[in-house]
């Protein structure tokens, strides 16, 4: 089974780069089905954990085989919430916050 959630964000890049800090992990730019401007978040476990942070505008639609796409405008806020473990220190969080 691999673990992962797909978030959207207004600035992939730095989203996925604080993600990457906060759980020690790898992130790269990853063409989601061609799509630009998509990133992944590697966790590098034994379950193949990932988080993949796609453009704001960017809509999963479910189909019947597989998942398509569309950009649309959307709302600037979203219902997604996500609890992490991470094994930094406290202080190390709050930096990697602030910056």
């Known amino acids: 089974m691999l673990h992962h959630i797909s978030i959207s964000a207004n600035d992939p890049p730095r989203v996925a780069q604080v993600l990457a800090e906060l759980i020690s992990a790898k992130c790269f730019e990853f063409p989601l089905h061609g799509i630009q401007g998509c990133y992944r978040v590697i966790a590098g476990d034994?379950?193949?954990?990932?988080?993949?942070?796609?453009?704001?505008?960017?809509?999963?639609?479910?189909?019947?085989?597989?998942?398509?796409?569309?950009?649309?405008?959307v709302s600037q806020v979203g219902s997604v919430h996500l609890a992490l473990s991470v094994s930094i220190r406290q202080e190390k969080n709050q930096e990697i916050g602030q910056s």
């Open 46 to 73: 034994s379950y193949g954990s990932s988080i993949e942070v796609m453009p704001q505008n960017l809509i999963l639609i479910p189909g019947s085989e597989e998942v398509n796409f569309e950009t649309r405008e």
